[in-house]
């Protein structure tokens, strides 16, 4: 029983490197039907199903992506490949909530496990784009919703005014300032109802001293400076090992990081998803 497992096994990891072989030679089909054999041999290998997500992913294949990456994280909770391939295909089946949700937990398990790896920034830009685009699309909903109840309010406004005495104590010209200051009032409550979604600038406490965009992982050293945590280990490898400002001698176990600018960061985030797209990465 077990030399037949064993063999199972075996043929489904053939299958799986000649699934690879088509990959790399952009044959797809051929590479899906390879991981197919690999998955109907052992569907309990993660990896099986990881590989053929991809390929469909390749093919823009939206729901059979959700599909296969649902499955590879039944199997491991902590692939953040299959989370970040999964988010992406929620998004472009315009499930923002559902992809900006696997997003946000790829980012974070891959920054947890791997803070230095490339996909640490793919994810991140993925997610950033993801988030503006929510806001995007929620805050045109606002404003549209906010006007129409604006051009009700000035509506009713004016059929107030007209039943109205035309005369005040002070003559027409008092009645026709309070008219005014009515309708100036009222222009001022809308659009202080508006400021949340209107772009500004980033507070620059929140922003990295070397690429001033928004922080997404602070640390800060000991001359007391906050640099974004990628950014500065860069710095200290490739230029050396002193703080950028301060020019003090800096090592990396140095560094602290920043809890209090990172929730700041992202409080101002949460409140204002334009500055998603301060990052010139965008």
């Not at 949700?101 to 920054?111: G, I, M, P, Q, T």
């Amino acid at each position: 029983m077990a030399t037949d497992t064993a063999s199972v096994a075996k043929q489904a990891e053939i299958s799986r490197h000649n699934g690879n072989v088509a990959f790399k030679k952009e044959r797809l089909g051929a590479a899906i039907d390879a991981y197919t054999e690999a998955i109907t041999l052992c569907p309990d290998v993660a990896v099986y199903w990881s590989n053929r997500a991809l390929c469909y992913f390749k093919r823009k294949d939206w729901e059979r992506v959700e599909q296969d990456c649902r499955n590879v994280i039944q199997l491991d909770g902590s692939s953040v490949k299959a989370r970040y391939m999964l988010g992406l295909a929620l998004l472009e089946r315009e499930d923002f909530a559902g992809g900006i949700k696997e997003l946000e937990k790829a980012f974070d398990l891959e920054r947890s496990t791997n803070p230095d790896g490339d996909m640490v920034e793919d994810v991140w830009q993925a997610l950033a784009k993801a988030k503006y685009l929510e806001w995007e699309l929620s805050s045109s909903k606002r404003a549209w919703r906010l006007q129409k109840l604006k051009d009700e309010c000035e509506s009713a406004l004016i059929l107030h005014q007209s039943l109205q005495d035309p005369q005040s104590e002070d003559g027409s010209q008092a009645s026709s300032d309070d008219k005014v200051d009515q309708f100036e009032l009222l222009n001022e409550v809308f659009s202080k109802a508006l400021e949340d979604d209107t772009p500004s600038e980033v507070p620059d406490y929140l922003c990295c001293n070397i690429t001033l965009d928004i922080f997404q992982d602070p640390v800060i050293t000991p001359s007391g400076f906050t640099y974004e945590k990628a950014v500065l280990l860069e710095h200290l490898e490739k230029v050396g090992n002193f703080d950028p400002i301060t020019r003090q001698p800096l090592d990396k176990d140095e560094l602290i990081p920043n809890l209090a600018i990172k929730g700041a960061a992202r409080a101002f985030l949460k409140e204002h998803g334009w500055a998603y797209k301060t990052n010139p990465a965008f």
